[in-house]
Structures are given as structure tokens and as C-alpha cells.
């Protein structure tokens, strides 16, 4: 029997209208377009304005999208994985929230939490429930509205993160496209240097909590940075050893849009040419969980069937990973 492979077989997104541009940031904080261009590659980013609106309410239009894309009905779906750092609420699930809203009523559903690197995890993990042939229709979420826990005054953050949504469906594959491999990988020790302090079991929100602004992004960029450039570019070569692939073999790297000297790095070590690298962090930023589905969607029509990607990512934690996978249509 041939062996079963998770397939992505449709891709889409969404990011909000509003752009919040570094001119607007320079009225906001000490801090100037030709600094955070040099040293992030970002021009501008998206927020999602409106009272009371979370993360799900950019996923129903990415997913209704993706669901019409595929000639499919939400009561199709067997399970929701979202991944996200910023879930419209503690519990109920984020997952759940969006199968209500739209109509996924015979799937069930997990949040997942691993930082930047969770649409990498949530993928790996959709993918074992499609190998083992329980499942035939998976959707994994990738999305965060950053923008909700982010100081507007601490220039360390405000200029990196954006808000934004994606989707992808997996689906069994028996012709050798999907998934092919993946490798994860976390390191605890790196909490200090990029975490949100308050709001969770050890440090639950208070008066104190919100006054001192606890419940935004706390990062040392520097320390982040060193550890990032180098695990991220590491794994995606180890993928490519593991798999025996040259730098020929490879049709896109789709990384993880934290940085682009991380980016480049990456690139780099894997001996891939600018020309096949996805980046589209000029315009959205760090939408965390949210960038490589938003890679996917938007580079999409220039995908062809059996082009091999890496994805790699990196994030808060710490984590990271990558995929090989064979495009599939």
C-alpha cells in the first residue's frame, strides 16, 4: 500500500485594511524609517482596528476563502488546529470559537502555543492525524493580532509585529506529495529573553499587573537574535542533509518573517538565491504565527505541482523547526 503523505490542497489569508506605516511609528516613539528598515526590512504592518474584535475575526474570512478555493463545506472538516499566541480569550479554545463561527459543526479543535513557530508545530501535527489515516480534512490556522499585546512605547517591539491570519488544508496524499519530513525543536532556557510576563498561572492579572504594562511582549532583541539567526539557519539545513537535497533541489524557502538578516541567514546557509526566498515582511511585519500561511497564500499561483519548500521558523520560548514538504497542486 502506498504510503500516506499530508497534503497541503488549498491555501489562503487575511490581514485587516489598516496599515500602520514606520512614518507613523516615528509620531508615536524615538525612532526613524531608515532605523527600522536596516536592521528589521520592515515598511509596514497591519492592525486590526475595531472594538472587540480578536484573532478569529481575521481567521472566518482567511478560512471562508480557503473553504470556497477548495469547493468544500465547513461540515467537511474534521479538525481545527489554531495556532496562535494571542487567542481571542483564555478558553474557550480559539479553534472551537471559529468552528461555531463558521459551521464546522463535525470537527473538533485545539489551540496550539509555540510562539513563532506554531503553524510549523500545528502542520507536523495535522499532518499525524492525516498519516495515520484518521482524519481526511485538517485545517491548520495560523494567525495573531499582535497588536494586542504590544507597548506602542517600547520601540524594542512596536516596530517588529503586525496583525494577520492564514490557512492551510491538509488532506491524504498517496502519489508522494505532502509532508515529507519535519524536524521541531524547543529550548526553555531561552524564557527570559522573549516572554509576556503577566496574565498566566504564576502572574495573573491585577491592578499592579496592568499598571506596570506586564501584559505586552517583553524582548532582548540582541539575545533573541543571535540564538534566532543561528537555529533557524541550522535546521533548515539539517531538513536538507536529512533528506538529501541540494540547494537545486529546493523551489522556494518560505521562513519565518521575523527579521530579514534572519531571513538572509537562512537563505544563505542553505545556498538558496534570493530569487527563491518568500518575503513579504516589508508590508505585514511579525504577524507571529500568521507569516508563513500568509507566504503560502500570497505565492501561491507561482506553485507548481512537486516544487519542494522548506519552511522555517523560529520563536519565543524558545522554538523551532522546519518542513520539507512537495507541493501538491
Same mark, same amino acid.
Given at each position: ?15 485587516? /485594511? ?11 516613539? $524615538?525612532?526613524? /524609517? ?42 467537511? &472538516? ?6 496562535? @499566541? ?8 480559539? =479553534? ?12 473538533? !479543535?485545539? #489551540?496550539?502555543?509555540?510562539?513563532? @513557530? *506554531?503553524?510549523?508545530?500545528?502542520? =507536523? ?6 498519516? @495515520? *489515516? ?51 525543536? @524547543? /529550548? *526553555? ?21 496592568? #499598571? ?21 539557519? /541550522?535546521?533548515?539545513?539539517? &531538513? ?7 540547494? $537545486? ?14 531571513? #538572509? ?7 538558496? !538565491? ?38 522555517? =521558523? ?16
Amino acid at each position: 500500500m502506498s504510503k500516506i503523505h499530508a497534503a497541503i490542497t488549498a491555501v489562503n489569508g487575511y490581514v485587516p /485594511d489598516y496599515v500602520l506605516t514606520n512614518q507613523e511609528l516615528e509620531t508615536m516613539v $524615538e525612532t526613524n /524609517d531608515e532605523w527600522i528598515t536596516s536592521r528589521t526590512g520592515i515598511k509596514e504592518r497591519r492592525i486590526l482596528k475595531g472594538e472587540g474584535k480578536g484573532v478569529t475575526d481575521m481567521a472566518v474570512p482567511a478560512v471562508q476563502g480557503l473553504l470556497k478555493k477548495r469547493g468544500i463545506a465547513a461540515e467537511e &472538516i474534521d479538525l481545527i488546529i489554531f495556532c496562535t @499566541s494571542t487567542p481571542d480569550m483564555p478558553f474557550p479554545a480559539s =479553534a472551537n470559537i471559529l468552528a461555531d463561527k463558521i459551521g464546522a459543526k463535525n470537527a473538533w !479543535g485545539f #489551540d496550539l502555543q509555540a510562539a513563532c @513557530s *506554531g503553524f510549523i508545530y500545528g502542520l =507536523a501535527t495535522g499532518s499525524q492525524f492525516i498519516e @495515520s *489515516g484518521k482524519h481526511k480534512k485538517v485545517l491548520v490556522v495560523g494567525g495573531d493580532k499582535m497588536s494586542s499585546i504590544i507597548n506602542y512605547q517600547d520601540r524594542v517591539t512596536c516596530i517588529i509585529f503586525g496583525d494577520g491570519c492564514g490557512a492551510a488544508l491538509l488532506e491524504p496524499n498517496t502519489d508522494g506529495y505532502g509532508i515529507i519530513d519535519s524536524i521541531l525543536k @524547543s /529550548d *526553555g532556557s531561552g524564557k527570559p529573553f522573549l516572554h509576556q510576563k503577566a496574565g498566566g498561572s504564576t502572574n495573573p492579572a491585577s491592578h499592579k499587573t496592568v #499598571d506596570a504594562n506586564e501584559h505586552v511582549v517583553y524582548q532582548e532583541g540582541q539575545a533573541v537574535f543571535k540564538f534566532a539567526v543561528t537555529n533557524m539557519a /541550522d535546521v533548515a539545513a539539517e &531538513i536538507m542533509e536529512k533528506n538529501n537535497l541540494t540547494a $537545486e533541489d529546493i523551489s522556494w524557502l518560505v521562513p519565518h518573517q521575523a527579521n530579514k538578516r534572519i531571513i #538572509d541567514a537562512t537563505a544563505n546557509r542553505m545556498g538558496v !538565491g534570493s530569487e527563491k526566498v518568500m518575503i513579504n515582511i516589508e508590508r505585514y511585519g511579525n504577524t507571529t504565527n500568521g507569516t508563513i500561511p500568509l507566504c503560502l497564500w500570497e505565492w501561491e499561483s507561482k506553485l507548481k505541482k512537486g516544487d519542494n519548500l522548506i519552511l522555517a =521558523a523560529f520563536g519565543g520560548g524558545f522554538t523551532w523547526g522546519s518542513i520539507y514538504l512537495k507541493w501538491a497542486y
